[in-house]
């Protein structure tokens, strides 16, 4: 066994330093940092976590990742204290990455040649490589080292770009600009660190599709994102499934719940605690004429009730 634990080290560790000597990361380096994720891929190796988990991800709420993330042992995963484009709107998406540094002419020069030598764009700011493997369903996620002033790594024109290709938005540990053009544009969202007329100046993309740190949160390219007024979750591909029929489970308890104490039928202990038969049999019945097409099957239905506690 400590055989394997040093093997498995020394396999990370080879792979990290095969992955500095390059600006994107290799599909191979994505997909040992995602190992657990057993889905399909894109070509990039990022988890491809499919479109209709995410859309039943846009109905949780923020407490109901965090609980879920906790449990299985990730307590890092909200970043908070954003500048919100649009506050009203929930955002869901596949993350890539990607991060800048201050510039320095060395370390810049030795970008703009390994850019090349990957066949990225040599027209156009380097801020733009990034912009460039962005595909549908992605959300472009870049620490900008919380820079503000210079430090707007989009402005409307990209915005929009990013918005064609990916139909989401962004998170930036740093800044935009053109803050009221782009909140016209329908569908784009944006948390950012703060907003300034100013054009980027003096930063250098030094990694894209590896992981990076978004305040206290480490965040995987191939993460899934969840933002929303009170905060952004990131989380690992591998968790998004059973955090969904989780969540759709806590809610659809909790709103019936609320159906019960309107109606005053039962005691609120009886509701808030273990539930009778009774209780059970209308709860089976009002989830059989459930509005919207959920996401857990009726014997997750029946696990759920069988357990003692409800």
Not at 60 to 85: H, S
Not at 94 to 99: G, H, K, L, M, N
Not at 204 to 232: K, L, M
Not at 272 to 288: L, T
């Amino acid at each position: 066994m400590r055989q394997k634990v040093l093997l498995l080290i020394a396999l990370f560790f080879c792979g990290f330093v095969a992955q500095a000597q390059r600006l994107g990361a290799s599909p191979e380096y994505v997909k040992m940092l995602t190992s657990q994720w057993k889905g399909e891929r894109f070509a990039d190796g990022r988890p491809k976590v499919p479109d209709i988990v995410l859309e039943r991800l846009q109905h949780a709420t923020l407490e109901q990742v965090w609980g879920y993330l906790g449990n299985k042992g990730y307590r890092n995963q909200v970043a908070k204290d954003w500048v919100i484009l649009k506050p009203n709107e929930t955002m869901v998406g596949r993350v890539v990455t990607a991060q800048f540094m201050p510039t320095r002419p060395d370390l810049d020069s030795l970008v703009r040649a390994q850019g090349k030598a990957e066949g990225r764009s040599q027209k156009g700011g380097i801020n733009i490589w990034p912009i460039d493997i962005l595909t549908k369903g992605d959300v472009y996620v870049a620490d900008g080292f919380g820079k503000v002033k210079d430090g707007t790594l989009i402005g409307s024109s990209l915005g929009n770009a990013i918005y064609g290709k990916t139909g989401k938005g962004v998170i930036f540990n740093g800044s935009v600009r053109d803050m009221q053009e782009l909140k016209a544009t329908e569908g784009f969202n944006a948390w950012v660190k703060g907003h300034d007329p100013s054009y980027i100046k003096d930063m250098t993309p030094t990694a894209i599709n590896a992981p990076i740190r978004i305040g206290e949160v480490t965040v995987f390219p191939g993460d899934v994102v969840f933002a929303n007024e009170y905060g952004v979750v990131f989380i690992p591909a591998h968790l998004v499934e059973g955090l969904v029929s989780a969540s759709e489970m806590t809610a659809l308890r909790d709103e019936f719940e609320r159906v019960l104490l309107q109606q005053g039928k039962y005691p609120s202990g009886e509701i808030h605690g273990d539930w009778s038969d009774k209780i059970k049999n209308e709860f089976r019945a009002w989830v059989a004429k459930y509005p919207r097409k959920l996401a857990i099957t009726s014997k997750d239905i029946e696990a759920y009730l069988a357990k003692k506690d409800n």
